[in-house]
């Protein structure tokens, strides 16, 4: 759908669940998990067709990482209305790469702020591009998964993990003998 702005949207079935996706002339602006009213058809990845190439372009790379042949995405991405802080740990938690999870505390020092680890969980928790940030990757310091913007929110943060090739038990990432987060 498009709107007179030159903003984009489109809801898509993926599956982890219903996504919402929104593009602006500057990058993507949203990537959401939603809850669609049964009354609303549902477009399926493979079948939906963007009205913006920006969109196109996150719905084929999208399409590609739930098949495990993406591993990064490569769009250009619309944080400019952000305060600095928030922007900084997305831009940090962007890099996290596929299969790797960092702790909040982690993606505090590496932004120059220890002991900062809530105020990363809060830029988190408004996270206005899940998947193409990755704060899925971001975990406890003792492997626990925390809250996540999904309808099933740890369930759907598990899924991604799991998909990714991390082990999930008792809802904490185990890793590898000498693997810290």
Request: with cysteine; proline share 8%.
């Amino acid at each position: 759908m498009a709107h007179p702005s030159g903003f984009s949207a489109i809801h898509v079935l993926t599956p982890a669940g219903h996504l919402y996706l929104q593009a602006s002339p500057d990058g993507l602006r949203r990537c959401a998990f939603c809850n669609r009213p049964a009354a609303l058809p549902s477009t399926d990845l493979s079948s939906a067709r963007p009205d913006s190439p920006l969109l196109k372009a996150a719905v084929d790379q999208l399409g590609e990482y739930f098949k495990g042949a993406c591993r990064s995405f490569s769009l250009a991405l619309n944080l400019q209305d952000l305060p600095p802080f928030q922007t900084r740990v997305l831009t940090a938690c962007a890099a996290i790469p596929w299969g790797k999870v960092l702790s909040y505390a982690q993606l505090a020092f590496r932004i120059g702020a220890p002991g900062a680890s809530r105020a990363v969980g809060a830029a988190l928790a408004h996270n206005p591009l899940l998947l193409f940030i990755p704060c899925h990757r971001v975990i406890g310091s003792d492997g626990a998964l925390r809250g996540f913007a999904a309808p099933d929110g740890i369930q759907t943060k598990a899924w991604l993990l799991q998909h990714e090739g991390l082990h999930i038990e008792t809802g904490k990432v185990i890793l590898q003998t000498g693997a810290k987060p």
